[in-house]
């Protein structure tokens, strides 16, 4: 028996690997793209000690080939950086906007629930 006959309607839609241009940044776990900052930071460092225990000679090719890699990881490096500060911002703001939408249900629902209140009560005769 396949395991997809096993899943709810529409499930296997969801568990379908997405393309490229359906990606979208809260799909992308948390804990792994942590891993990968990490893992390129670690790479880039290790290729600018490469380069920094390398003898440079008067080789044009060879300083030509350098300042070529170089300048790839200054734009990589840029890339991650920036990345990740939009990360940071985009966690602070999950944080700050989702307390703000879970006061403003709890905040509905306790106005739905007095309204109902008021609306079952039976009027106070003594009054």
Do not use: C, Y
């Not at 060879?62 to 170089?70: E, N, S």
């Not at 490096?77 to 920036?82: A, I, V």
């Not at 944080?95 to 609306?119: F, H, M, P, W, Y």
């Amino acid at each position: 028996m396949s395991m997809q006959a096993n899943l709810a309607p529409g499930l296997t839609e969801a568990w379908r690997p997405k393309t490229l241009s359906e990606l979208m940044p809260e799909d992308i776990d948390e804990e792994w793209m942590d891993l990968m900052v990490k893992r390129l930071f670690r790479e880039l460092d290790r290729q600018l000690h490469a380069i920094e225990k390398q003898d440079v000679s008067t080789d044009a090719a060879q300083k030509a080939q350098v300042a070529r890699t170089l300048v790839s990881m200054e734009r990589a490096l840029g890339r991650l950086t920036r990345t990740e500060m939009e990360r940071a911002a985009r966690r602070e703001q999950k944080v700050t906007g989702t307390n703000d939408d879970k006061r403003a249900i709890l905040e509905r629902r306790l106005d739905q629930l007095s309204a109902r209140e008021t609306q079952a009560s039976v009027p106070d005769e003594s009054k």
